[in-house]
Every structure is written in C-alpha cells, then in structure tokens.
C-alpha cells in the first residue's frame, strides 16, 4: 500500500491552483509562476503513477519534466525580459495586438 | 578530319567565343572582347574554307543518294504525345553538302568583315569603346553561332531552332540601344511580325511531321518521304513559305526590316543584310524537293519575290535615310532571290544571295562608316559631296553600288542577269517587272551615291569635317570590295564551279520543268539587256541628281500623289496600324475593363461573404494572453470529461 | 459514505477552497482576509479528510504527508493571490521545498534533491533576478505605490468558476477511482542509482535530446533578450494607432 492517491490528489489541486493563477494574474512574472506551479503538481502525478504501476518510469519521466521547466523558465524569462525593455510594463493586457 | 568533326568546331568556335565574352566580358576583356570573336570567327572560317574543300560536285548517277545522307552526331529527343513515344528519335544531325559549304562560307567570309569592322564601328572618336562594348561582341558571336547553325541542321526542328535562335540575336541587336524608343519598339516589331511567318513555319513543320513521321531532310526528301506527302506538297510549300516571308521581309510581312535599321550599322550588315534575312531564302532552296512539287506555290514564290522587288525598289527611290534606302534596297533584291526559286533556278537565287552578300554589306558598312564619320546622321539631304574627305568609303560605296546595279562583269550583274533570264524563260510579266527593278536599282543605288558622296561639300551641325574612318574599319571594307567586285567569277554561268556544285543539291532545274520555254532570249542578249539597263540607270540618276537636280522636285511635285504614297511606304505600316494593330489593341484594353470592372466586381462580391463573417467572428479575438488560456483550460476539460465517459 | 457522497463532498470543498482565494486575490490592492481565511480553513479540513478517508482502501498518509500537503496546496495559494512578486516567488521556493518532501516520502529522493537543485537553487534565482530588473526605480514615484497589473486582478470570478471546475473534475476523478494495490519497487542499491539505470538504459536517446534542448534554449535565450533591438522593432511606432486597436480602422465594406 502506498501513498499515490494522495500525492495525485494533491498534484490535481497544485495544478487547478497554477490554471487559476494564469488566468487570473495580469503581472508576466506571476503567469509563468503559475506555470511552475502546474509543473509541480504534473511531476507529484508522475511520481504517483510511477508508484502505482511499481516502477521508475514516473520519475525518469518526471526529470524531463524538470528539463522541460528549466527550459521553458529560461526562454519565457528572456521573452520577459524583452518585453518588459520594449514596454516599461508587465502587464500581459497590454500586449494584445492579436486584438480583432 | 571526318565533315561532321569540322561542322562541330565551326559550331563550336563562335558559341565559344559568345559564352567567354558573357562570362569574363564585364569584368577583365571589356574593350579587348572582339579579339575573342575575331579569333573564333576566323577559326570558324577557316575550317569552312577546309570543309569547303572537301566537298565535291555529286555525280549525276549519285544525286540520289546524297537526299538520304546526313550527318548524325547524337541522339536529340523523342517526341511523344498522348501516352505515345514514337519510335523514331530526332537526331542532333547535320546536313553537309554543297549548298550548306556556300552559305557557311559567304556566312563567315561576311561575319568575319563585320565582326573586324565592329571593333572600330563601336567606339568613339577617341578610341574608347561604347557602353555595352563586349555584350555587342557576345550578341554577335552567338549570331553567327545560330546563323551557322541554321545553314548546318539535318533536320527540320534543328533547322527551326537555328531559326529562332538568330530571330532572338536579331532581336538582342536591334534593341542594342535599347534605352532609345525607337530601337526598343524596332525589336519588337522585328520580333514579333517575324513571329507571324514562324507560325505557317512550324504549322508546316508540323504537317510534314503529321504526315512522314520524321522531320530529317534526309528522310522526307527522299522517294519514300515525298511519296507520302503527295496531295499535301501545296499546303506544305505555302505554309513553310509562311515563314520564309516573315524571315526574309517579303510582302506582306516586310515592315520590319526597315525599321531594323535601329541597331548599329554592323548589324544592319551582317543580320538584315548579308546572312539572316537569306535564311528565308536558303530554307526555301532547302526545301526544292517539296517546293517544285506544287506549281502553285511556285508560282506563289516566284510573283510574291517579284512583286516586292518591284515594290521595295520603288519605296527605295524616294527615302532619305540612307540606311533605310538601302533596308528596302535589301527586300527588293532578297525578292529577286524568291523570284529566282520560283523559277526553277534555285542556283541562281543561291548564288544571288551569295554575291547579294558581299556588295550589300558593303554598302551597309560604307553607310556606317558615313553615319560614323557625320555624328550619327545618316539623312542624306543634310550631307553632301563626302567623297573628298572620305575616299575609301566612297570607292568602296561606288564598288559596291556598281555590284548591286548590276553593272557588267562586278557579282551582282552575273547572278541577278541570271535569274532574269530563268525568269524570262518561265513568264515574261515576271521578267519585264525583274527588269524594270533592274533599272529601278541603278537608279536609287545612283541616287544616294551622287547626293552623299559628289557635288559640294555639304557637311551637317556640328560635324567640321568628314575625316575617313579608321584602318579596323576600312580595312574590311576594302577587302569585302574584292569580294563584291569579283564573286561573281566563281559562279559564272554554265561551268562556273559553284552553280556546278550547287547543281547537285537542289532540286529543279529549269530545263526539266519547262523545257519548251528555256530560251526566249539567248544568255548573251540577256546579259546585254540587263547591262544597258544598268547603265541607263546610273546615267539617269547622274543626269538627274548631277546636272538637273530641279527635274526630281518637279517630278515630285508634279506627281504628289503617287510620290506621296511611295513616300510614305505605300501606308503600309500605316494600314497594319489600323487594321490589326490598332483592333488588338482595343480589345486588349476591353479585356482589361471586362476584368477590371467585371470579373473583380464578382471576385468582390464573393469575397465579401467571408469579409462579413470576420467583421461579426473577430470579436471573439480579444488578443489577451488569458482570453487564449481559458480557450486550453475549456479544451482541457471537454477532454477530461471525455475521457471519463469513455472509461 | 459511498464514493457518490464522497464526490459531492469534494466538490463541496473545491468551491470552498475557488472562494476562498477568490476572496484572496488582490482587488485594488486590498484583499478580504476573513472570507479568505474562513473558506481555506473549510478547504483544508476538506482536503485533509478527502486525503485520509476518501480515497478508498489506501494506507493513511503519515502526519508529516499530510502537514507538507497543505503547505504545498497553502504556498501555492499565496504565490498566486499575493500582491507583491518577490513575495510570490518566494513562497513559490516553499511550494517546492514541500514537494520535495512529499517525493521523498514517497521514494524518489533523486527527483526530489534534483527539483530542490534546479528549481529552488537555478529557476528560482532566476525568477528573482528578472523581478528584480522589472522593479521600478525607487526615484519613480508610482513605483511607491503598487502597480496596477499586481494590485487587479483580471476577471477572478470566472478564472476561480474555470479553477474550481478542473479541480472538481480531476478530484471526482481520484475518489470514484477503485485503486489497484501494488508491489512496491525494488531498488536494491538506492533510487539515484535505479534512475540513472532506468535513464541511461530505457531513455537513453531522450536524455540527449534533452541536453540539445537545453543547448537550443540557451543559445535561444540569449537571441532574445541581446540588448540590440531590430529597428522595426523599437518604440519608433506609429503614434496614431494605439495597441490593440490595428485592424479596427479599416471598415470591412
């Protein structure tokens, strides 16, 4: 017997936390903070999966989870970074210039 | 040497020449490049000369067997259509025989005159090059390169594409100076009514290929080949004839030549003078075989050649441009040639285009050297009396015009007395019209000669003196003399060498087809005939332009009306305006209002369904980041739910 | 109670928990904490007695489990309802701290000291630096008060109704869920070396391409952010159209 439910359990509402964050956030930072935090809640699933199917596969997994966040954190910061320079905000609203 | 190894590296040397000057031109040869198209012209010539040596008269026992040679040098294409490849190749092939040695060697002998000439023509008074130096010489060369490989084709597509390819060079050379309107729109013109004859050209390219299944000369001129195209010879001949008009400017598809008088005076020389204009004329000999099947359209050669002789000579009288005198001087005599194929005396119409060569590029050369040496003018009414200062354009003008009126014993008077007197032999309206173009001749070639080069000295604005032109200029003007003066020695009649020579190849003597007319005159009394019109001419013209210049504006004045119209080139080009020209035009631009307001109405019509629907749907687009998000959140959950009503 | 219950309960404390941080979340820069500490009080009893009585016949986490839940579920909330970033982010390093925790008890040492690693130590720092470059200067002085994108947030109730939905469905998920039991893994010498095992063996092609990824997203962050600017890029814009007003001037007829 093990504890995967739980940690899935947890992960879904990590998860369900970091939507509602991005869609509710304005500030660029906090969006690709609520990112990670979506991030946390798929690697404790990956975890409890491996757990339950008794072997490693989760957490093999689970690394390139963390490989794909460090890469998305480094170019989503960069992308930032750009566009705070061009614009002196964070604000997301402000860029919209998809706008119909 | 094998003859097909010579005609390659005759191909070879001038391609060669153009492609080096293309590449390195610009940048490195600049004004050395005519020493690349001298030196693969004269190597070209040279191996002419050889192959020309090689070729001997075919026995009267053999002439049967020489139609079916031909020299294949590799497999070219095969045409299929339908699904269906036809068995039968096309070749790469040569045809190598008397008639091919004369044209490449009157082709380069000219060439290489014009090609010299050129590196003194294209510059300035101070020796420095024009713009576009070494694009001329690269033009050139692959004129010459095209021109050779027209007279050498086996075959009837190679003989088209040699046919296009020195239209194209034409047309590159008439636009020379193509920031000029003028030049721009001659090389369309030329282009483009050359194009009309190019089409009964290919639709009889077409038809011998529809009804023989092959377009080698070596096949379709033998038994086997003609047999086929029995019952067809007159649609053949008349539409291949097509194309003969377009290429050597006959009535009704004349109008370009003239107005080819745009490009520099060696083009004028070289392409609608010497060597491409008579593409017409040696295709039509080319093809004797088929021609002398059909009566009709022998006929239809033999009074088109005429009546535009006639007509060209009389437009000729009355220019004052002495370029374009001399353009109409060319239709005319290139319509002597036609009249001789129509007669059945295509020797003498081969032998014409060979002497027509030396003397009319002569006079084109003589005229250049005059345009250079007045600044570019070229009107003879505002220059006048150059013979002093200019001596060896003057000779070799008089050298050349003499040549052309057919004055005794110089070339022109030996092949043109001999088309007259086959012309006598077959019908005498043609012949008095060839005559009185002889006469016609004299006196327009006597007329620019005595008003440019004799009485006082008469210079236009601007120009000081009329200094003689350079050696690189004169030089191959006085040679090409020699060549005006005396070609007609090794073609004189009955036991000349090369009417012997021609002999073999081409088809229809006069004596087979209309045996009972052969001699209403005797040769002598012909050849006296034409002399003494020749005379009368040149005395004529003397007397008028020299002694009384007041009877030729009298006569024009008295004669307003047909002077009028000859004048102005019978509103020829005047009457194409307003009949095609002009309807095409307008229907041009009602297609273009039909498509304009029509057509794009509809387009915006239709067009306006989805603009609408993206008026209403694209404020669904907030362009917020978020707005995307919960667009993935909802697509995440219809997912999830499906998933687990699925499970 | 049978699952159906079970389920509705959970839905009961998603919807508490939704509220909760809707009544969190910064509006015009003020927030109502009693609302919000009530409803996330609700929502943690919920999520406790979901996680020790509601998942069936699983064994029953330990306290220490359960404690580092919460503070997992509870930072997470706060990184995502505070006003001030670098205080976000630093209850995000919390977050982490305890999912490493709750790896670790559940076995994955290795993944757990890898995301301790890279994201408290590597991605953390990161983030801090670049709230720090997106400060206003001090001589600003809006920068004294908060800025508008922190202090408002952008339509909560519907992101929380869009939040609280996910959370149900994936909870209605975990509870209706008969759980399969399970050997545990064997790892005879350790789970770092088993990973590396696994890694190299079974994904083997993948680690490389990973690292190329890694390769590509350096190289790809330093194109973006180089400090030259394509010209048509720079502020030289057209004053006459506003952002996100492009295409609305052009009448469709």
């Known amino acids: 017997m093990t504890t995967a439910p739980q940690l899935m359990f947890i992960g879904a509402i990590l998860f369900a936390l970091g939507v509602a964050g991005f869609l509710t956030r304005r500030n660029l930072i906090i969006m690709f903070l609520c990112t990670e935090i979506m991030f946390q809640g798929i690697l404790l699933n990956l975890v409890g999966m491996g757990l339950m199917r008794g072997n490693l596969q989760g957490q093999a997994v689970g690394l390139f989870v963390l490989v794909v966040a460090a890469v998305e954190a480094g170019l989503g910061l960069a992308i930032v970074v750009m566009l705070y320079r061009r614009r002196g905000t964070l604000d997301a609203e402000k860029w919209s210039l998809m706008r119909g | ?37 001298i030196g693969g012209v004269a190597a070209a010539l040279v191996l002419a000369l050889m192959l020309f040596g090689q070729i001997r008269a075919v026995p009267e026992e053999a002439r049967a067997d020489i139609f079916t040679r031909s020299h294949k040098i590799y497999e070219w294409f095969r045409p299929g259509f339908g699904g269906l490849a036809s068995l039968k190749w096309f070749d790469f092939e040569f045809r190598i025989d008397p008639l091919t040695g004369v044209m490449l060697v009157t082709v380069l002998s000219v060439s290489l005159m014009v090609v010299i000439y050129s590196s003194g023509y294209m510059r300035d008074h101070h020796g420095h090059p024009e713009r576009g130096y070494e694009r001329f010489f690269a033009f050139l060369a692959l004129f010459i390169f095209s021109m050779c490989l027209l007279v ?64 080698s000369f070596a096949y379709v001129f033998s038994q086997a080949g003609l047999a086929k195209l029995v019952g067809w010879e007159t649609p053949v001949a008349l539409l291949l004839f097509c194309g003969a008009v377009g290429k050597s400017a006959q009535l009704p598809l004349h109008t370009w030549l003239p107005d080819a008088m745009e490009g520099p005076s060696p083009v004028s020389a070289l392409i609608h003078a010497a060597t491409m204009v008579t593409a017409g004329v040696y295709m039509v000999a080319r093809c004797g075989a088929i021609f002398t099947e059909s009566p009709t359209a022998m006929a239809t050669v033999a009074s088109v050649g005429a009546i535009t002789a006639f007509f060209a000579a009389t437009i000729a009288i009355t220019q004052f441009d002495m370029k374009r005198a001399l353009a109409y001087s060319t239709i005319s005599q290139l319509g002597y040639m036609f009249l001789g194929l129509g007669v059945h005396a295509a020797d003498a119409a081969v032998f014409h285009l060979f002497t027509h060569a030396f003397f009319k590029s002569l006079l084109f050369l003589a005229a250049g050297s005059v345009m250079h040496a007045m600044g570019g003018c070229i009107d003879i009414r505002r220059f006048g009396g150059l013979a002093k200062g200019m001596k060896v354009t003057a000779f070799v003008f008089w050298v050349g015009g ?17 088309i007259l007197h086959a012309a006598l032999g077959v019908s005498l309206p043609l012949a008095i019209v060839g005559y009185v173009t002889a006469l016609l001749t004299a006196f327009y070639t006597f007329r620019l000669i005595f008003i440019a080069f004799h009485g006082p000295l008469k210079l236009p604005q601007g120009v000081e003196h009329a200094h003689e032109s350079v050696p690189a200029m004169t030089i191959p003007m006085l040679l090409l003399s020699i060549g005006a003066a005396g070609a007609g020695y090794i073609g004189l009649q009955h036991g000349g060498k090369l009417n012997e020579l021609l002999r073999t190849v081409l088809v229809g003597r006069l004596e087979e087809h209309a045996p009972g007319m052969a001699h209403v005159m005797s040769p002598e009394a012909a050849m006296a005939m034409s002399g003494v019109l020749s005379a009368i001419g040149i005395l004529s013209a003397w007397y008028i332009y020299r002694r009384k210049p007041m009877i030729a504006m009298a006569a024009a004045f008295a004669m307003r009306g047909p002077y009028e119209l000859i004048k102005n080139k019978y509103y020829i080009d005047e009457l194409y305006d307003a009949v095609i020209v002009r309807p095409l035009h307008d229907l041009g631009k009602f297609c273009y209002g039909f498509d304009r307001y029509f057509i794009n109405a509809l387009l915006w019509i239709i067009t306006a369904i989805p603009r609408a629907a993206g008026f209403m ?31 | 109670m049978n699952a159906v219950a079970w389920a509705y309960l959970a839905y009961g404390l998603m919807a508490a928990g939704a ?130 994108y922190d202090a408002n947030s952008r339509e909560p109730a519907t992101a929380m109704l869009a939040g609280f939905v996910l959370a149900a469905t994936l909870s209605g998920l975990f509870i209706q869920r008969k759980w399969p039991s399970v050997a545990a893994i064997e790892e005879p010498a350790g789970n770092t070396v088993a990973v590396g095992q696994e890694l190299l063996a079974r994904y083997a092609i993948p680690v490389e391409l990973a690292g190329v990824l890694l390769m590509v997203a350096m190289i790809g962050a330093l194109a973006i952010a180089r400090r030259h600017l394509p010209n048509d890029m720079l502020p030289a814009r057209p004053p006459e159209l506003p952002v996100g007003e492009i295409g609305k001037t052009v009448e469709p007829f």
């Open chain 2, 1 to 37: 040497m094998p003859s097909q190894t010579y005609a390659i590296w005759i191909l070879l040397a001038p391609l060669l020449a153009a492609v080096l000057i293309g590449a390195v031109g610009l940048r490195g040869l600049r004004d050395k490049s005519h020493w690349l198209a």
């Open chain 2, 402 to 418: 003499l040549a052309l009126a057919g004055f005794p014993f110089l070339s022109g008077f030996w092949s043109k007395d001999e």
């Open chain 2, 152 to 215: 050498l084709a086996g075959n009837f597509v190679l003989l088209y594409v040699g046919w296009e390819l020195v239209g194209l060079c034409s047309y590159l050379l008439i636009g020379f100076y193509y920031p000029k309107p003028s030049a721009a729109a001659a090389a369309k013109k030329a282009f483009i009514v050359t194009r009309i004859g190019d089409f009964g050209f290919a639709m009889g390219i077409f038809l011998i290929f529809w009804r023989c299944g092959d377009v």
């Open chain 2, 617 to 647: 749907l694209r404020s669904l687009q907030q362009g917020a980041i978020q707005g995307y998000a919960m667009g993935m959140v909802i697509g995440l959950l219809v997912i999830v739910v499906a998933v687990l009503s699925a499970t």
């Open chain 3, 19 to 148: 509220l909760g941080i809707y009544f969190a979340l910064p509006r015009g820069g003020r927030i109502n904490r009693a609302a919000a500490l009530l409803f996330g009080a609700i929502a943690a009893g919920g999520i406790l007695l979901v996680m020790y009585q509601g998942l069936g016949d699983t064994a029953r986490p330990s306290v220490v489990f359960a404690v580092f839940s919460l503070l997992a579920v509870g930072s997470a909330a706060r990184v995502i309802t505070h006003r001030k970033p670098v205080y976000s982010a630093l209850y995000f390093v919390v977050v982490v701290l305890a999912t490493s925790a709750l790896a670790v008890m559940a076995g994955a040492e290795f993944l757990a000291m890898a995301l301790l690693i890279v994201y408290a130590g590597a991605i953390l720092v990161t983030y801090v630096f670049v709230i720090m470059l997106a400060q206003q200067s001090a001589d600003d002085p809006e920068s004294l008060s908060m800025v508008d």
